[in-house]
């Protein structure tokens, strides 16, 4: 064992000195005397993503600061090689010396004889709802990464001449220019904390008064696909809609809740065929009766179910920025709901119907502000070269429902959460709010159906501050997947 040992290391020695030699070329070789015609080397030292802010004006991208050394084929790096990376390493910086060029290596710290350089690594929650691979805000802002290089003096034979230091080119690399989000850093990071046994779905928290979005999460956080803005199966959380069109048009009807109800050739079960027996519409509401809500909607029709949901923004496209539209839903037509059975469908959130967590979120901060619809935005401000900052204004708010209306159903969502489905949502606050769901998908794996689970909901539900949605896919229950997690959000949120 011993000889082997010896063995190696003698084999990795004769290695390092081969190479070694080689360098000893480059730099004192003859063959590489300076010519009189000069040139220039670049090497690219960071590349940096386009800037942008929380609203706070901490940094989203570029917000991790580490190191890099440019490290010359020259006697005086060499040595510092060894100081500072491993055998392995040092092998490998070595041998891509020998080729003459400078090496760009990562290193922990800036204490040594190496030219170094400070530059930025990215660590974000924020990833799909910014990168430009899953189609977020940096497609649309006009903003192009920068780079910091450094350049060396070359002869005509293109070797760096001994002795150069090397001029450094920041191509915009610490620029100020950028975006502020409306994302809040401390709420980002409660969603982003509450959300880490979220196996796939999304978090989406909005300001209830203004619409702003404050943090949006996506999971898995690799995947590249912004589920906050996808449009899905919502299920039970369209019964909000469909109470705020009963309460706008005065209709509170009670009903003998059998556990099932027939439209046409289709039954219609609650969950479980649970029977609720008489409901009215804020009892329905908490118990997420089926049949209820199947009755209400034929009871109400397609014209007046769709002018509600279309006051409500589910027909019209959210615009973030410039060009960046979210098509916020899919209603069934007018026509297809002249059939009872889209209509009945409808009545709870399934058939053709789907839609987007923002959406959903949205809604609830229309109805939050006692009725007046913002427009979700999410960037605040430009920030210039020369960091001064350039506002953009929000929308102006426009009555859609009435106050009565936008109050009786906190009200109702509040018992929701106090007496009915979303219990799990509850904190010590008692102020929670807001509607569990699980929608059917008409997806299969294995003969098993996938359900979306949602719990969309408000805190505090008497004076509104946070409008925030949770969808799970592939889930069990609203109520078990998607509730802890509002109420963690929520239990953190409080402490600040």
Same mark, same amino acid.
């Given at each position: 064992?011993?000889?082997?040992?010896?063995?190696?290391?003698?084999? %990795?020695?004769?290695?390092?000195?081969?190479?070694?030699?080689?360098?000893?070329?480059?730099?004192?070789?003859?063959?590489?005397?300076?010519?009189?015609?000069?040139?220039?080397?670049?090497?690219?030292?960071?590349?940096? =993503?386009?800037?942008?802010?929380?609203?706070?004006?901490?940094?989203?991208?570029?917000?991790?600061?580490?190191?890099?050394?440019? %490290?010359?084929?020259?006697?005086?790096?060499?040595?510092?090689?060894?100081?500072?990376?491993?055998? *392995?390493?040092?092998?490998? #910086?070595?041998?891509?010396?020998?080729?003459?060029?400078?090496?760009?290596?990562?290193?922990?710290?800036?204490?040594?004889?190496?030219?170094?350089?400070?530059?930025?690594?990215?660590?974000?929650?924020? @990833?799909?709802?910014?990168?430009?691979?899953?189609?977020?805000?940096? @497609?649309?802002?006009?903003?192009?990464?920068?780079?910091?290089?450094?350049?060396?003096?070359?002869?005509?034979?293109?070797?760096? $001449?001994?002795?150069?230091?090397?001029?450094?080119?920041?191509?915009?690399?610490?620029?100020? &220019?950028?975006? #502020?989000?409306?994302?809040?850093?401390?709420?980002?990071?409660?969603? @982003?904390?509450?959300?880490?046994?979220?196996?796939?779905?999304?978090?989406?928290?909005?300001?209830?008064?203004?619409?702003?979005?404050?943090?949006?999460?996506?999971?898995?956080?690799?995947?590249?696909?912004?589920? !906050?803005? =996808?449009?899905?199966?919502?299920?039970?959380?369209?019964?909000?809609?469909?109470?705020?069109? !009963?309460?706008?048009?005065?209709?509170?009807?009670?009903?003998? +809740?059998?556990?099932?109800?027939?439209?046409?050739?289709?039954?219609?079960?609650?969950? *479980?065929?649970?029977?609720?027996?008489?409901?009215? $519409?804020?009892?329905?509401?908490?118990?997420?009766?089926?049949?209820?809500?199947?009755?209400?909607?034929?009871?109400?029709?397609?014209?007046?179910?769709?002018?509600?949901?279309?006051? $409500?923004?589910?027909?019209?496209?959210? +615009?973030?920025?410039?060009?960046?539209?979210?098509?916020? @839903?899919?209603?069934?037509?007018?026509?297809?709901?002249?059939?009872?059975? &889209?209509?009945?469908?409808?009545?709870?959130?399934?058939?053709?119907?789907?839609?987007?967590?923002?959406? %959903?979120?949205?809604?609830?901060?229309?109805?939050?502000?006692?009725? &007046?619809?913002?427009?979700?935005?999410?960037?605040?401000?430009?920030?210039?070269?020369?960091?001064? #900052?350039?506002?953009?204004?929000?929308?102006?708010?426009?009555?859609? #429902?009435?106050?009565? =209306?936008?109050?009786?159903?906190?009200?109702?969502?509040?018992?929701?959460?106090?007496?009915?489905?979303?219990?799990?949502?509850?904190?010590?606050?008692?102020?929670?709010?807001?509607?569990?769901?699980?929608?059917?998908?008409?997806?299969?794996?294995?003969?098993?159906?996938?359900?979306?689970?949602?719990?969309?909901?408000?805190?505090?539900?008497?004076?509104?501050?946070?409008?925030?949605?949770?969808?799970?896919?592939?889930?069990?229950?609203?109520?078990?997947? +998607?509730?802890?997690?509002?109420? =963690?959000?929520?239990?953190?949120? &409080?402490?600040?």
């Amino acid at each position: 064992m011993k000889k082997r040992f010896v063995s190696l290391t003698v084999s %990795i020695a004769l290695a390092f000195a081969s190479v070694l030699g080689r360098v000893g070329y480059v730099i004192f070789s003859n063959a590489y005397t300076v010519s009189d015609s000069y040139n220039y080397y670049s090497v690219t030292v960071a590349v940096s =993503t386009p800037q942008l802010y929380y609203t706070d004006g901490s940094r989203i991208t570029n917000n991790v600061k580490s190191y890099k050394a440019v %490290i010359r084929p020259v006697t005086a790096d060499l040595a510092e090689v060894n100081k500072h990376f491993s055998k *392995k390493e040092a092998s490998k #910086i070595t041998a891509e010396l020998s080729k003459g060029y400078p090496v760009v290596r990562s290193i922990n710290t800036n204490d040594t004889k190496l030219k170094t350089f400070k530059v930025y690594d990215t660590d974000t929650t924020l @990833s799909q709802l910014i990168s430009d691979k899953s189609s977020g805000f940096l @497609s649309y802002a006009n903003l192009k990464p920068s780079k910091l290089k450094v350049s060396y003096l070359v002869d005509a034979k293109g070797r760096i $001449l001994a002795g150069d230091e090397g001029r450094e080119e920041s191509l915009g690399y610490y620029s100020r &220019e950028g975006y #502020i989000l409306t994302i809040d850093k401390d709420v980002q990071e409660a969603a @982003s904390k509450a959300a880490e046994n979220l196996k796939s779905g999304c978090v989406i928290v909005m300001d209830a008064k203004t619409a702003s979005i404050l943090a949006c999460v996506n999971k898995p956080d690799d995947t590249f696909i912004n589920k !906050a803005f =996808t449009n899905y199966s919502v299920g039970s959380v369209f019964k909000i809609v469909v109470a705020a069109c !009963a309460l706008e048009n005065d209709v509170d009807i009670n009903y003998d +809740c059998t556990g099932s109800i027939t439209v046409g050739d289709t039954t219609y079960t609650c969950q *479980k065929e649970h029977k609720h027996g008489y409901q009215n $519409l804020n009892t329905a509401l908490a118990n997420s009766c089926n049949c209820y809500f199947v009755n209400l909607a034929l009871t109400l029709g397609g014209d007046k179910l769709l002018d509600t949901a279309n006051a $409500l923004g589910f027909s019209s496209e959210i +615009c973030l920025f410039d060009n960046w539209n979210i098509t916020s @839903s899919r209603l069934p037509s007018k026509t297809e709901l002249n059939s009872k059975g &889209e209509l009945a469908l409808m009545g709870f959130g399934q058939g053709k119907l789907v839609s987007t967590p923002l959406q %959903i979120c949205s809604a609830l901060c229309t109805i939050s502000n006692s009725g &007046e619809k913002n427009t979700p935005f999410l960037v605040k401000a430009k920030k210039e070269v020369n960091g001064s #900052i350039t506002e953009f204004k929000s929308s102006q708010g426009k009555r859609v #429902i009435s106050k009565k =209306t936008a109050d009786t159903l906190l009200d109702y969502l509040h018992n929701v959460v106090k007496n009915g489905t979303a219990k799990n949502a509850q904190t010590k606050s008692d102020k929670s709010a807001g509607k569990t769901a699980t929608a059917q998908t008409g997806q299969f794996i294995d003969g098993r159906e996938l359900y979306n689970t949602w719990f969309a909901g408000v805190y505090p539900y008497d004076n509104p501050e946070y409008c925030i949605v949770v969808m799970c896919q592939d889930g069990t229950s609203g109520a078990a997947d +998607c509730c802890p997690v509002f109420r =963690t959000v929520v239990e953190k949120l &409080e402490k600040r």
